[in-house]
């Protein structure tokens, strides 16, 4: 799951996108609307997470033009600013949840999960193929419900698969998925990333397989 964190104060920034990283979220990060319109114009995010006092205007505006264009992606707000109308505008506006300043790290990666479990999120749901199976909440993996221990980069790669289960993913999609803007993969960081989730699915005796389609990408299914 791709994330979009807007937000100025640098220090918070930066704590705020190294805990979403850590909990399994691929996160780009920026401090101005201006920099969050570029990022929007050239990547998909499953959701953002946006401050409204911005040093080029208010967030709020950003949720505006989003809602005007029929944008569904899910947004949370931060914000100082704590009064009950300020709460309502932003609600008003089209954000789908709240966050005070100084908040807990812990709560707004609950509230993110929320958001993402909602009809028509990202999570919630347990992915299968064969024996292999994937909580995208718990965010594990277990074949034959046996746990398989595989690494937060391991993790994000067989969602990505098993969300296109029988259909061909293009490097260019796990390239998006897995690594933001500033943390680009190398040349054969998809292949090396392939190879040692295929070997732990072998070595677990997994029914699913994930199979190279020479020039086109990688394919998730039933072996």
């Known amino acids: 799951m791709r994330l979009l964190l807007v937000e100025d104060e640098r220090d918070l920034r930066t704590l705020t996108a190294e805990h979403l990283s850590r909990i399994g ?59 009950l109308d300020d709460r309502i505008e932003g609600l008003d506006a089209g954000a789908d949840d709240y966050l005070v300043k100084p908040f807990d790290m812990g709560e707004l990666g609950a509230r993110l999960r929320a958001l993402l479990r909602r009809p028509g999120g990202v999570i919630g749901v347990v992915l299968e193929c064969g024996n292999l199976s994937f909580d995208s909440a718990a965010r594990c993996a277990a074949v034959a419900e046996s746990p398989l221990a595989l690494t937060a980069r ?54 699913a397989a994930i199979i190279t389609m020479r020039g086109l990408g990688y394919m998730m299914s039933a072996s």
Do not use: W
């Open 25 to 83: 979220f691929t996160v780009d990060a920026c401090g101005s609307l201006a920099e969050a319109e570029d990022h929007i114009s050239t990547a998909d995010y499953d959701a953002l997470v946006l401050d409204r006092r911005l040093p080029d205007g208010d967030g709020i505006s950003l949720v505006r033009r989003l809602r005007g264009g029929r944008r569904k992606v899910p947004i949370l707000m931060l914000t100082a600013r704590s009064t």
């Open 154 to 207: 391991e993790l994000a790669l067989l969602e990505v698969l098993l969300r296109k289960v029988d259909q061909v993913v293009t490097k260019a999609h796990i390239d998006s998925a897995l690594y933001g803007f500033g943390n680009e993969a190398t040349d054969n960081a998809v292949e090396a990333l392939v190879s040692r989730l295929r070997r732990k699915l072998v070595a677990a005796e997994a029914t």
